[in-house]
């Protein structure tokens, strides 16, 4: 009967704590909702520490009008959950690039989902859709020539890479009195690092040639911190613990990538300056850059009065930081054929 008595004590004790904490109600409110969501969050823009330099090349791409399609760009790790609730991995890269291209000032054509459009040619041509301002009854919209423009390159590629852990370190401790209602304490931590990876390649639409190539890869790290209490107050027990775990987003990774390959792209095509828009690049000041991965350049002569030095990227020789030249048959302003190999 005494277990009983308690039992039922503590399950109305937690019924009332569930209701005054949750504020849920078994009838919907005025408002049409059993209970208020939590959160409150504002709407922010999604960026990335390359955007900034993406919108900066706009003053370049205004001036020449090269129309740019954006293709597949699959993930091709194969990486799926567990639980087999989806990928690991987002599947819109595609418009992750779109969205790149569109901060630059890039003109673009759809032509990743042309879906509606063919299904409005289809109507059209069946002389299903009236005109926009009938005159007359009868009047459906007419079928131009040459009414859709073309692209001068398109964007093509791939996620390649999804690696877990490629290093990881931990250390837990324990400790406390020996005796039996000693006060004990745990400690713990770890950090794991792993990565993604991109390969995109930038193709001249007459005549299929690429004109570009880039592979690039960022890594991810993410952290967890435990500590935890245990001891003996008389005829009763505390134990009690704490602890804090963080992930890098590896979806903004993937975006990073995106538009830090889309940056380098566009600055090349629309011949920008170095020294405008992607002069950190490959630098100390490089957002994402990390020092391991560079090799600085001579330093300039005496006479030059500005003897910051430039830095390069691993692997990459000058013509990768500067605009070069080849290009497409398309590309007017410009010679055609493929950019030399890098050494």
Same mark, same amino acid.
């Given at each position: 009967?005494?277990?009983?008595?308690?039992?039922?004590?503590?399950?109305?004790?937690?019924?009332?704590?569930?209701?005054?904490?949750?504020?849920?109600?078994?009838?919907?409110?005025?408002?049409? *909702?059993?209970?208020?969501?939590?959160?409150?969050?504002?709407?922010?823009?999604?960026?990335?520490?390359?955007?900034?330099?993406?919108?900066?090349?706009?003053?370049?791409?205004?001036?020449?009008?090269?129309?740019?399609?954006?293709?597949?760009?699959?993930?091709?790790?194969?990486?799926?959950?567990?639980?087999?609730?989806?990928?690991?991995?987002?599947?819109?890269?595609?418009?992750?690039?779109?969205?790149?291209?569109?901060?630059?000032?890039?003109?673009?054509?759809? *032509?990743?989902?042309?879906?509606?459009?063919?299904?409005?040619?289809?109507?059209?041509?069946?002389?299903?859709?009236?005109?926009?301002?009938?005159?007359?009854?009868?009047?459906?919209?007419?079928?131009?020539?040459?009414?859709?423009?073309?692209?001068?390159?398109?964007?093509?590629?791939?996620?390649?890479?999804?690696?877990?852990?490629?290093?990881?370190?931990?250390?837990?401790?324990?400790?406390?009195?020996?005796?039996?209602?000693?006060?004990?304490?745990?400690?713990?931590?770890?950090?794991?690092?792993?990565?993604?990876?991109?390969?995109? *390649?930038?193709?001249?639409?007459?005549?299929?040639?690429?004109?570009?190539?880039?592979?690039?890869?960022?890594?991810?790290?993410?952290?967890?911190?435990?500590?935890?209490?245990?001891?003996?107050?008389?005829?009763?027990?505390?134990?009690?613990?704490?602890?804090?775990?963080?992930?890098?987003?590896?979806?903004?990774?993937?975006?990073?990538?995106?538009? *830090?390959?889309?940056?380098?792209?566009?600055?090349?095509?629309?011949?920008?300056?170095?020294?405008?828009?992607?002069?950190?690049?490959?630098?100390?000041?490089?957002?994402?850059?990390?020092?391991?991965?560079?090799?600085?350049?001579?330093?300039?002569?005496?006479?030059?009065?500005?003897?910051?030095?430039?830095?390069?990227?691993?692997?990459?020789?000058?013509?990768?930081?500067?605009?070069?030249?080849?290009?497409?048959?398309?590309?007017?302003?410009?010679?055609?054929?493929?950019?030399?190999?890098?050494?």
């Amino acid at each position: 009967m005494t277990g009983r008595k308690y039992l039922l004590r503590s399950l109305a004790i937690g019924v009332a704590a569930i209701a005054l904490g949750g504020c849920i109600s078994p009838v919907a409110t005025a408002s049409g *909702r059993y209970t208020a969501p939590i959160g409150g969050s504002p709407v922010i823009s999604n960026e990335t520490p390359y955007s900034a330099a993406l919108r900066c090349l706009g003053h370049y791409t205004a001036n020449r009008p090269l129309r740019i399609a954006v293709g597949q760009i699959a993930d091709y790790t194969g990486k799926i959950e567990s639980d087999n609730s989806g990928r690991k991995l987002t599947q819109g890269a595609a418009l992750m690039a779109m969205s790149a291209l569109s901060k630059a000032g890039v003109p673009l054509v759809e *032509r990743f989902d042309t879906s509606v459009a063919e299904m409005e040619l289809k109507y059209a041509n069946n002389k299903l859709i009236g005109d926009d301002q009938p005159q007359a009854p009868g009047d459906f919209r007419k079928i131009m020539a040459g009414s859709i423009p073309g692209s001068n390159y398109y964007l093509v590629g791939g996620i390649t890479e999804l690696n877990f852990n490629i290093r990881s370190e931990g250390a837990n401790a324990d400790g406390g009195g020996t005796a039996t209602s000693g006060v004990k304490g745990t400690l713990g931590g770890s950090m794991y690092v792993m990565n993604v990876g991109l390969d995109l *390649r930038l193709v001249d639409t007459n005549t299929l040639e690429v004109v570009d190539v880039i592979s690039y890869q960022k890594q991810i790290i993410g952290r967890q911190i435990s500590v935890g209490v245990f001891d003996f107050l008389g005829q009763t027990f505390f134990d009690a613990s704490v602890g804090e775990s963080a992930l890098e987003p590896i979806q903004l990774a993937v975006r990073s990538v995106i538009e *830090r390959a889309v940056l380098e792209m566009t600055s090349r095509l629309y011949h920008a300056p170095q020294t405008a828009c992607t002069a950190n690049l490959g630098t100390n000041d490089d957002p994402l850059s990390d020092a391991n991965d560079r090799r600085p350049m001579p330093e300039p002569a005496a006479a030059k009065p500005n003897t910051t030095a430039m830095n390069e990227e691993k692997y990459n020789d000058t013509s990768r930081q500067e605009p070069y030249r080849w290009y497409g048959a398309s590309d007017a302003g410009a010679d055609t054929g493929l950019r030399g190999q890098l050494q």
